[in-house]
């Protein structure tokens, strides 16, 4: 079992809609949480970050963090044309010297 | 205030070569990451420099090799360079561990 794990898509959603992406852990040890958007060609940005349980908001965007079900999830509010993209999910361990990053979810958001 | 700085752009070079990509941080971060990213595959874990010591590896073999100078800054070297070697060679950094990685524009390393 990978240490993090995202279904690669292609996920595909429409224009105004929810995008809900996803990230599972197999490490029960205490996390941080970040997600990554990587347009094509280009190298990731940070989008945000989260490291408690619970919700996170920033603008349309929302954080979800489950310790108990071992899984981190980004919600995309009023999807835009231009959030098509490949979103990653990086897992820091706490405490120790280990990052690691999902595969990438490919996100298509249809006008 | 200036981002991550990769340098250069793109490398061409043939098999068996070497190859040395370099990487300036942010000022301030200390934590220097470099990934490797193949043509539509995922990032690929290579090395981890904190305060010029190697935190951590990747499983890659032996001829991935670098190093952080007192500056910060970090260089990648890849010797006997190999097709499979063709990659987009991204750099990051933080201000430490467990903080956000800001990423530089990446580094076109092309092994004909």
């Known amino acids: 079992q990978k240490e993090v794990e995202q279904n690669s898509g292609p996920l595909s959603v429409p224009e105004g809609a929810i995008a809900s992406l996803n990230c599972t852990y197999s490490?029960?040890?205490?996390?941080?949480f970040f997600w990554y958007r990587q347009y094509s060609g280009k190298s990731p940005e940070l989008i945000m970050s989260?490291?408690?349980?619970g919700d996170k908001e920033d603008g349309r965007f929302t954080a979800q963090l489950n310790k108990a079900s071992q899984y981190v999830s980004l919600l995309i509010r009023d999807s835009q044309p231009s959030d098509s993209a490949t979103y990653l999910c990086?897992?820091?361990?706490?405490?120790?010297?280990?990052?690691?990053f999902g595969q990438g979810t490919r996100l298509t958001i249809n006008p | 205030e200036a981002g991550v700085t990769q340098s250069p752009t793109h490398l061409i070079k043939t098999r068996g070569q070497q190859a040395t990509l370099r990487c300036s941080p942010i000022?301030?971060?200390?934590?220097v990451y470099w990934y490797q990213q193949a043509l539509g595959l995922g990032l690929q874990f290579l090395l981890w420099?904190?305060?010029?010591?190697?935190?951590n590896r990747g499983n890659f073999p032996p001829r991935f090799s670098g190093r952080q100078f007192p500056n910060y800054s970090s260089e990648l070297n890849v010797n006997a360079l190999e097709l499979e070697d063709s990659a987009l060679y991204l750099c990051?950094?933080?201000?430490?561990?467990?903080?956000?990685?800001?990423f530089g524009s990446g580094t076109q390393l092309s092994v004909l």
């Open positions: 000022s301030g971060h200390t934590s």
């Open positions: 420099y904190d305060e010029g010591e190697e935190r």
């Open positions: 490490d029960r040890v205490s996390q941080s």
């Open positions: 989260i490291y408690s349980n």
């Open positions: 990086l897992m820091i361990r706490q405490g120790a010297q280990k990052l690691v």
């Open positions: 990051a950094s933080s201000l430490g561990l467990n903080e956000k990685l800001f």
